[in-house]
Nanobody, 125 residues
Framework: QVHLVESGGGLVQAGGSLRLSCAAT????????MAWFRQAPGKDREFVAA????????SYADSVKGRFTASRDYTKNTLSLQMNMLKPEDSAVYFC??????????????????WGQGTQVTVSS
């Protein structure tokens, strides 16, 4: 079974940057697509970014395009999310996910079977 542990969350001012990391164990990195989701208090969990296992190319939610960059290190079995130009609305618990989503389902949280515990990101205004 794949185990995921997020780290790197914290408090940052609006316009600042933060880098999140996700360490995966118990599986081979290339066997799974991986993604970042986030959930703010009282809100549904929403898609942030994903990297397919086949291509290695990232996809992003419209709300973070141009600001966030997802990357994978296949040798270290890690997933990262570089977040720039952060906004207060980016505040949420960020979760790392892994799974085998079919084409066009990478942005759906139900497509992923493995989840980390999350790391808190708070952006002050």
């Amino acid at each position: 079974q794949v185990h995921l542990v997020e780290s790197g969350g914290g408090l940052v001012q609006a316009g600042g940057s933060l880098r999140l990391s996700c360490a995966a164990t118990g599986g081979t990195s290339r066997d799974y697509s991986m993604a970042w989701f986030r959930q703010a208090p009282g809100k549904d969990r929403e898609f942030v970014a994903a990297i397919r296992r086949q291509s290695g190319y990232p996809s992003y939610a419209d709300s973070v395009k141009g600001r966030f960059t997802a990357s994978r290190d296949y040798t270290k079995n890690t997933l990262s999310l570089q977040m720039n130009m952060l906004k207060p609305e980016d505040s949420a618990v960020y979760f790392c996910a892994a799974g085998r989503p079919i084409l066009s389902t990478v942005a759906i949280d139900g497509s992923y079977g493995y989840w980390g515990q999350g790391t808190q990101v708070t952006v002050s205004s």
